[in-house]
C-alpha cells in the first residue's frame, strides 16, 4: 500500500516562502516521475509541477514558473517544492502524486497519476 507523508505547508505573508515535501512508502520511488498539483477552495485542481523519475527534467505551470523548484531525492524516497515570492493566489491545498513513466506527461493531464497524497494547506495572506 503506497502511502504519502506531505509537511511544510502553512500560514505565511505574500512575498514569503515555504518548502513542501512529500515522502513515499510501499513504492519504487526512482520509477515513477512525481507531480505536485494544488486545489483552490471552489475551483478545479492544477497541475503546478512535475519532476522526471532522475530528476533531469522538470516542468512547471506557468504561475509559477521562476518562484518555484521541485526537487526530489530518491534516497529518500522524498519529493520537495521550494515556493518563493507567494501571492495569496498561490492559497491552496497541495497534493503529491506519481505516474509510473520516466517523463513527466503534461500537466494539463492529471489522469496518468495515482497514488495521491493527502494533501498540506498552503494559506499566503495579503
Known amino acids: 500500500q503506497v502511502q504519502w507523508v506531505e509537511s511544510g505547508g502553512g500560514l505565511v505573508q505574500a512575498g514569503g516562502s515555504l518548502r513542501l515535501s512529500c515522502t513515499a512508502s510501499g513504492l519504487k520511488f526512482q520509477d515513477y516521475s512525481l507531480g505536485w498539483f494544488r486545489q483552490a477552495p471552489g475551483k478545479e485542481r492544477e497541475g503546478v509541477s512535475c519532476?522526471?523519475?532522475?530528476?533531469?527534467?522538470?516542468d512547471y505551470a506557468d504561475s509559477v514558473k521562476g518562484r518555484f523548484t521541485v526537487s526530489r531525492d530518491n534516497a529518500k524516497n522524498t519529493m520537495y517544492l521550494q515556493m518563493n515570492s507567494l501571492k495569496p493566489e498561490d492559497t491552496a491545498l497541495y497534493f503529491c502524486?506519481?505516474?509510473?513513466?520516466?517523463?513527466?506527461?503534461?500537466?494539463?493531464?492529471?489522469?496518468?497519476?495515482?497514488?495521491w497524497g493527502q494533501g498540506t494547506q498552503v494559506t499566503v495572506s495579503s
Open positions: 502524486a506519481a505516474v509510473g513513466v520516466q517523463e513527466c506527461p503534461p500537466l494539463s493531464d492529471m489522469g496518468p497519476f495515482g497514488y
Open positions: 519532476i522526471s523519475w532522475t530528476g533531469g527534467s522538470t
